[in-house]
Structure formats: structure tokens, C-alpha cells
């Protein structure tokens, strides 16, 4: 029973990475079950017996994403410009991210984001909140404006400055990136 546990686990994490990569580059819509199949090794019913459909991996690949990134970059509400600096380095070292949130905005714009998005949104929000009543974050804009704001300059110039690119354009874009969140943020 244990080995064919670890051996469901093993499939599932295989059709997961396949998926992710897949899913990346070419969205919903462009992915194919084929090629998800022959790259995790495993055969295509494998994604309809834990899955149910492509639309299911799919849902399932976005949400681990979402729950990865949430748990890898942990919000830090005392020292927002840090965390905007650790989110543009999680997302610079994974760039199927943002690719995979791009492609759900584009071709599921009217679904609701995942439970675990909703969920850590509202506790990022109301950490922001505890940080502004503490005087330690400005209150110029509500938490529920100033999480957005923060998330969506995290990842600005992440797909210029790649990867390969040199650690110098990375750290330059860090810093500015930083400062102006603290230049938002500070009271």
C-alpha cells in the first residue's frame, strides 16, 4: 500500500512539473496533453484519473504555484520594501510565475483566483493594516490598495532582467524597486 502511495505521489509530481513548464509556455488553450504525457513519463491517463481534464492540471499547476510562491516569499508587513525585493527574486529565479499567472488573466479572466490567493491576500492585507496602525507603514493608501500596488511593481523589469542576466541589472532594479516601495510605505 505505501509504495503505491509513493509511487501516486511520484506520478502526480512528475504530471505537475510537465504541467507547470507546459502550461507556461503556451497556456490553456496551446498546452497539450500529449506532450505533458511524454514529458513526466507517464501516460495521458494518468492526467484524466488524478485530474479529470487538462482544465483540471491546470487548476491544479496554479494552485501549487500560488501556494509555493505564498509560503517561499512569507509578507514581512514591518519591512514591505524587503518583501517586494524577496517577491521580484522569487520571480526572477521562477519565471513560469508569472507566465502562469499572465495566461490565467488572459484566459480566465472572469474565474475567481484560488482559496489560497484569496486567503493569504486577506491576511496580507490585514498584516498591512496591523503595520499602519502601529505606525510602522503610511496611511496614505488603504491596505487593500497598497497590496496590489506593492505586488505588481514586484514583478516590473523581472522579464528584462532574466535569469542570465547579469547580477548587476538585478541588484540596480532591487534597489529601486525597494526604495520606491519604502518611499510609499514609510509614515
Known amino acids: 500500500m505505501e509504495l503505491t502511495v509513493k509511487r501516486s505521489d511520484e506520478t502526480k509530481r512528475r504530471l505537475l512539473e510537465a504541467a507547470t513548464a507546459e502550461f507556461a509556455a503556451y497556456g490553456i488553450a496551446g498546452a497539450r496533453v ?3 504525457a511524454a514529458n513526466s513519463g507517464c501516460n495521458k491517463q494518468a492526467i484524466y484519473a488524478y485530474y479529470e481534464s487538462k482544465e483540471g492540471l491546470y487548476e491544479a499547476v496554479y ?7 505564498i509560503t517561499s516569499v512569507p509578507i514581512d508587513a514591518a519591512d514591505l520594501p524587503g518583501y517586494a525585493a524577496r517577491l521580484f527574486d522569487h520571480y526572477r529565479t521562477h519565471p513560469e510565475v508569472l507566465r502562469l499567472a499572465f ?6 479572466p472572469a474565474m475567481a483566483p484560488p ?15 496591523s503595520a499602519q496602525e502601529a505606525g ?5 493608501l488603504a491596505a487593500e490598495h497598497l497590496l496590489p500596488l ?4 514586484s514583478t516590473v523589469g523581472v522579464s528584462d532582467v ?3 542576466s ?3 541589472a538585478a541588484d540596480d532594479l532591487r534597489r529601486a524597486l525597494a526604495e520606491a516601495v519604502a518611499r510609499i510605505v514609510l509614515p
Open 63 to 69: 494552485n501549487a504555484m500560488v501556494v509555493e510562491t
Open 162 to 164: 532574466s535569469a542570465d
Open 166 to 168: 547579469s547580477e548587476a
Open 34 to 36: 500529449d506532450r505533458i
Open 150 to 153: 506593492i505586488l505588481r511593481m
Open 103 to 108: 495566461w490565467f488573466q488572459l484566459e480566465r
Open 136 to 140: 510602522r507603514v503610511s496611511r496614505r
Open 115 to 129: 482559496q489560497a490567493a484569496i486567503d493569504a491576500s486577506r491576511d496580507k492585507i490585514v498584516a498591512i493594516r
